[in-house]
Every structure is written in structure tokens, then in C-alpha cells.
């Protein structure tokens, strides 16, 4: 067990729909990360937080958005969803922001866009 | 941004080989680490190898940041090692990339 809770853990939905994936980092972990990993792909970085503020984007689209709050939890939405949205998102958390320390990954969540 | 590259890309090994995965960076580096992606899709924390040398069990790593390259040693290897390896750097502004795996089946 990292200490990186992911919820929910499979979501299926509709093109179109909007969905929130959730994180809660490690207890004292500061940064928060997503990752999106589509099928057989590798892990691309969406984002960074580190104490409620942004701090590196990666290949995020406009569709989705983040944010993480005062107590550290993170959530990604993601709106107007599409097909090749269907993949398994990642959160990661660490906990220093001047430079990155051991990234540590929640088990996932699994979204299907049908 | 920093390019990884990681080989080999696939690799087959009978129980009980050895191998050795490579990790290539395109540019100076302030972190290193493995993962190991299990067929269930859990991403567990394998080495945090900025440089030098560890060890843990069947697995050690080394990380040569001058010439900008890392090696995952599996030795003895066994069917539940199968999945795919990862290499994660962090460059400038704190973005973490990572490699695009080197898949392993361990075959009995």
C-alpha cells in the first residue's frame, strides 16, 4: 500500500459526460501529480500541485482541469468526454516541491468512456 | 523536455535468467526511479536512484548520472517479475518523465 487512495477505482461513462477522479496523497506529502495512461501506452504527465498551487502542465487538455485543496486532496475533471478519453489515470504524490522526491502512485482509476 | 529511452522495449526470459534493463536520458537529471507495473496495473516503487548503486533482494539498480544512463539488474528471475518496467526522470521544473517500458515475461 503506497498511502495514495484513488477513488473510484473503475468508472464507466457516457461521450460527452463530465466525470471528478479523486486523490489523497500520503499523509504529509505536499505534491500531487496525474498521470493519464492509456492501453499499452506509457504514462503521460498531466500535472503537479504542490500546497493547493499549480506548479508544472504537462499534456492536460482543455477538456480536463485540476485542482488540489487546502487539505491536500487533488481532483481531475474532465468534461465533454470522448473515446480515446477511455484510459487509467494516475495520481502520484511526494513530498517535496523545490525538487522532486520518490513519486509514490495510487492504484488508479480505470475510466471507460462508451 | 528531457527524452528518455528505455531497452529493451520487450523481453523474454525463461525462469530463473538474469537480465538487464537500460534507461537513457537525454540531459542532466535531479531524480531517477523505477517502477514496476504489475499485469493488475499497480505501479510499485522498485529504486529512487538519483546516482550510485542499490540493492534490494533479486533486484539492484546503478545509476551513472554523468554519462546519463541507468541499469535494472533482475537476477534469478521469477514468473510474478513479469509486467512492465519503468524509468521516471525529473529534469528542469520539477517535471517527471518517464520512459515508455521495457515489457518482461517470465516464462516457467
Known amino acids: 500500500d503506497s498511502g495514495v487512495t484513488q477513488t473510484p477505482k473503475h468508472l464507466i461513462t457516457a461521450t460527452g459526460q463530465r466525470v471528478t477522479l479523486r486523490c489523497s496523497p500520503r499523509?504529509?506529502?505536499?505534491?500531487v501529480y496525474w498521470y493519464q495512461q492509456s492501453l499499452d501506452q506509457g504514462l503521460q504527465f498531466l500535472i503537479q500541485y504542490y500546497n493547493g498551487e499549480e506548479r508544472a502542465k504537462g499534456n492536460i487538455l482543455e477538456r480536463f482541469s485540476a485542482q488540489q485543496f487546502p487539505d491536500l486532496h487533488s481532483e481531475l475533471n474532465l468534461s465533454s468526454l470522448e473515446l480515446g478519453d477511455s484510459a487509467l489515470y494516475f495520481c502520484a504524490s511526494s513530498a517535496r516541491a523545490g525538487e522532486t522526491g520518490e513519486l509514490f502512485f495510487g492504484e488508479g482509476s480505470r475510466l471507460t468512456v462508451l | 523536455g528531457i527524452q528518455v529511452e528505455q531497452s529493451p522495449p520487450d523481453l523474454i526470459l525463461q525462469e530463473g535468467a538474469n537480465s538487464t534493463l537500460r534507461c537513457n536520458f537525454s540531459d542532466s537529471v535531479n531524480n531517477l526511479q523505477w517502477f514496476h507495473q504489475n499485469p493488475w496495473g499497480q505501479l510499485i516503487n522498485l529504486f529512487y536512484?538519483?546516482?550510485g548503486t542499490k540493492q534490494n533482494g533479486r533486484l539492484s539498480a546503478t545509476t551513472v548520472a554523468t554519462e546519463r544512463y541507468s541499469l535494472l539488474y533482475i537476477s534469478s528471475s521469477q514468473t510474478t517479475d513479469s509486467g512492465v518496467y519503468f524509468c521516471a526522470v525529473t529534469g528542469g521544473y520539477q517535471k517527471v518523465t518517464f520512459g515508455i517500458g521495457t515489457k518482461l515475461q517470465v516464462i516457467p
Open positions: 536512484i538519483p546516482s
Open positions: 499523509s504529509g506529502d505536499l505534491s
